[in-house]
């Protein structure tokens, strides 16, 4: 889409309201019986406002499309006693009070959320970076497994980096919600792909401990270029399909600021999350019952018991798929607008959201017993050559000294 047919996403959505306006008043007009003073009614280009009395006032729900309002409340127009709309002082034009859109205490606590998302996605993204360069430096960790964390890092970090700049520069100028652009809505539009690869790179990790604890023979190489194909893949198929249909299917309504409005297609994006955290509870369920069959069984002379490391993964998935999921699992019970419980929903979809990928770098990374195994070798082996130097330093310079102190002088060497 170009930039001129995104903005004309809203501009057709205000020529329709303006003629649905027109016709409606027209229609009013035809059948009226009203006498006395009263100003007609008008299109302010926001909202209409219809035939109302001299000396009271029109009340309409303010626009749902203006950053900042909130649609439950009322604006209200001014009809003076001469049967003229109210014209402000400063610039002698007649104006629509909108003042009293703006909650001012929802917006303030709007804020603290804001900022409890931007807090979140700026320390997993530090702890996803952290993670990302301890498994690359430890060559002795590269197996099957660490790729799959290692892909799952990087799509939870890019996917951190995004959220950022949305807030950064989509959310904090209201110039470029207003123009509606094609830079804000291509990042809507790659920032959801990486959210859906989030999930799908969850569903790959399940799969991959379910493939291998179930599946005694299979090839770990192909297996995971299978999976490779599919968390970078699958998501794009998806994420094409949702913006063919919102940028062409839904209404003006829907295409309007960035695309960060609430609309039907979301479910397009919904549904892949939802499927992908069904698939993985169903593979976690059997894994727990292989897993207990296996413990229960008696021992071979190879041992037939899953390993500590298989276990160890095992645990952290078992963890991470419910709590990862945790805002889409509590999307059905979500209160309405002016809820009591709404703050608190919009509260805990905000941290478990953007606390993602801490809860991901901890479990797969910061508590992995290879990685912590790897990191105190690595600790003691550079803290003892340190020690072993310097102890050595200290007892072979004085011998050396000494001999050459002592011993007869060469010609051509230098008396110390």
């Known amino acids: 889409m ?18 649905e306006c027109l016709d409606s008043l027209n229609e009013t007009v035809e059948t009226s019986t009203r006498t006395g003073l009263f100003c007609r009614g008008t299109w302010d ?9 001299a000396g009271t006032s029109a009340y309409a729900l303010c626009p749902h499309f203006i950053t900042g309002f909130d649609p439950n409340r009322f604006a209200h127009k001014v009809c003076d006693e001469h049967g003229e709309w109210f014209r402000h002082p400063l610039t002698n034009k007649t104006w629509s009070n909108y003042t009293t859109c703006i909650n001012f205490d929802d917006f303030e606590w709007r804020q603290q959320v804001r900022t409890i998302y931007e807090t979140g996605y700026s320390i997993s993204l530090i702890a996803l970076i952290l993670s990302l360069g301890i498994l690359s430096y430890f060559r002795s960790l ?21 959220w950022l ?36 790179w969850m569903l790959c990790e399940g799969f991959y401990l379910h493939t291998v604890l179930v599946s005694a023979f299979v090839s770990e190489k ?54 992908s955290m069904l698939l993985n509870l169903l593979f976690l369920c059997n894994i727990v019952r292989v897993v207990l069959l296996k413990l229960k069984a008696p021992a071979g002379p190879q041992g037939t018991g899953p390993s500590r490391t298989i276990l160890q993964a095992f645990r952290a998935t078992l963890l991470l798929v419910p709590l990862l999921g945790l805002q889409y699992m509590l999307t059905p019970f979500r209160p309405d607008p002016g809820h009591p419980y709404e703050r608190t929903y919009e509260t805990i979809s905000a941290f478990t959201a953007s606390f993602q990928g801490l809860f991901v770098a901890v479990l797969f990374c910061f508590f992995n017993g290879e990685v912590i ?15 072993t130097n310097s102890y050595t330093a200290t007892q072979v310079s004085p011998v050396r000294l000494q001999f050459v102190r002592c011993g007869p002088h060469v010609p051509g060497e230098e008396k110390v």
């Open 142 to 162: 590269k197996c099957a497994r660490i790729t799959l964390h290692m892909n799952l890092f990087a799509s939870f970090a890019t996917n951190n980096t995004l």
């Open 2 to 19: 170009t930039s001129s047919t995104t903005t004309d996403a809203t501009v057709d959505m205000l020529a329709q309201k303006r003629l």
């Open 45 to 53: 280009g926001w909202l209409c406002w219809p035939d109302t009395t």
């Open 222 to 275: 192909k297996l995971v270029q299978w999976l490779v194909v599919l968390g970078w893949a699958a998501p794009a198929i998806v994420i094409t399909v949702y913006g063919l249909l919102r940028a062409h299917a839904s209404p003006p309504d829907d295409r309007i600021q960035c695309w960060m409005n609430e609309s039907t297609y979301a479910n397009v994006l919904v549904a892949p999350v939802c499927i």
């Open 165 to 200: 700049l949305w807030y950064r520069m989509v959310l904090a100028d209201p110039d470029v919600l207003r123009d509606n652009g094609t830079p804000c809505i291509g990042l809507h539009l790659v920032l959801h792909y990486f959210l859906l690869t989030n999930y799908a």
């Open 373 to 387: 195994a790897q990191v105190k070798r690595k600790w003691r082996t550079v803290f003892l050559r340190t020690r």
